[in-house]
């Protein structure tokens, strides 16, 4: 191969001009195209996980929509034992007839005031009875299995005073209903004390 022939030299100038033409191609277009398509794979790779996050939760939504439909329907029952405001007058006069039906004397019936909080409103009534322990736990049962939400706390036994020999206990407790507060009705602590001081 002599390379003093002119063929030869085109040859050569052509193949080093294909190979830089080549090398160009590769570090100019390629190597572009390659960092584009590193890039496009990372974002498909990010979408993916997205789409699959979304997936999940979108799996979720049918188990926490019944579980939300579960809880108002628990709801919905629980305000059925929770009279409104204007019921309390009734639920007063359940209990006193519940009492009276056990033959309980009573001593004293005397709604206390009632206390707001957030959700619910407390209605607490001091009964004083005389009884003897069955009238005592008949009507403390009554109580019990009302429909509505009444507790019993304070309860204070002794002997009576009374010459009945049936009634052999005084008994003294707190029977505590509850009313679902009206929204707007409630003011926190602090904002009650502002609104007295204001006045």
Do not use: C
Not at 167 to 175: D, P
Request: hydrophobic share 35%.
């Amino acid at each position: 191969m002599n390379l003093k022939d002119p063929k030869i030299q085109r040859i050569l100038i052509a193949g080093v001009l294909v190979i830089l033409l080549g090398i160009g191609f590769e570090f100019g277009t390629l190597r572009g195209k390659r960092r584009e398509i590193k890039k496009l794979k990372d974002t498909y790779a990010k979408v993916e996980d997205r789409v699959n996050k979304a997936r999940a939760i979108a799996g979720r939504v049918k188990t926490l929509q019944a579980k939300l439909d579960s809880l108002n329907a628990e709801w919905e029952a629980l305000q059925q034992k929770l009279p409104k405001e204007k019921e309390m007058p009734r639920l007063l006069s359940d209990l006193a007839r519940a009492g009276t039906r056990t033959n309980a004397e009573f001593l004293l019936f005397q709604p206390l005031s009632k206390t707001i909080y957030e959700h619910y409103t407390q209605h607490p009534v001091k009964i004083e009875i005389d009884a003897s322990y069955h009238q005592l736990g008949f009507f403390l049962t009554k109580i019990a299995n009302m429909q509505r939400l009444v507790n019993i706390s304070k309860l204070k036994l002794g002997p009576t005073k009374s010459k009945n020999r049936a009634k052999t206990l005084q008994a003294s407790f707190i029977a505590t209903a509850y009313t679902i507060t009206k929204p707007g009705t409630y003011k926190p602590p602090e904002e009650e004390k502002k609104q007295r001081r204001s006045r």
